[in-house]
């Protein structure tokens, strides 16, 4: 509740002059209910207020605002991988993850090896269900009428490929909306 009301104190008092900083949008929420929020947000501060932004988010989603936002730019951190070992290098590149990192980040913060393996096996299963529901909704999406100007959330990655709807904790892709 207390970033909700930090949120709605941002879109009423920003101006186009106002830097903000929004880390976790729609957090708390379930996945669907964050990512729209987060979504609808980021829209508002691009189109209504037009200030700059730094949006720190775990919603892979939000990077195809790069697409459809002129003033959107994509930024993540970058990492080295080494077999199953992942190190984060503490450098911002543009573009966003081309995965999510938080069952290593989990790995790095000490939880039992068991949890880890047992959250592998659960983000394998999940991520298998999300991309048949990306599928139907994307087939669905392209037989629809456009009546929209705005797209919304596509459940594509810009390649192409479904993109799985979870929430796990990844906190390595940042937005930049720069008027």
């Known amino acids: 509740m207390v970033e909700m009301s930090e949120t709605s104190a941002i879109l009423y008092t920003a101006s186009s002059r106002s830097p903000v900083l929004l880390d976790e949008i729609g957090r708390g929420t379930s996945t669907y209910d964050g990512v729209s929020i987060a979504w609808s947000v ?9 200030c700059k932004t730094v949006f720190a988010t775990h919603y892979h989603e939000l990077t195809q605002l790069a697409n459809e936002l002129p003033a959107v730019r994509n930024f993540t951190v970058a ?3 080494v077999g199953d070992q992942v190190l984060f290098l503490h450098r911002l590149i543009p573009g966003g993850a081309d995965r999510s990192y938080g069952i290593e980040v989990g790995r790095l913060a000490g939880l039992p090896a068991a949890v880890i393996t047992r959250a592998k096996e659960v ?17 669905d999406a392209h037989a629809a ?35």
């Open 123 to 139: 983000l394998a299963l999940l991520e298998g269900e999300g991309e048949q529901m990306a599928a139907r909704l994307t087939t």
């Open 145 to 179: 009428p456009k009546s929209a100007t705005r797209k919304g959330p596509r459940m594509v990655k810009p390649g192409g490929a479904p993109v799985a709807q979870r929430n796990c904790g990844r906190r390595s892709m940042w937005q930049v909306v720069s008027a």
């Open 42 to 50: 980021s829209e508002h501060l691009h189109d209504a207020i037009g």
């Open 79 to 81: 990492v080295r991988e």
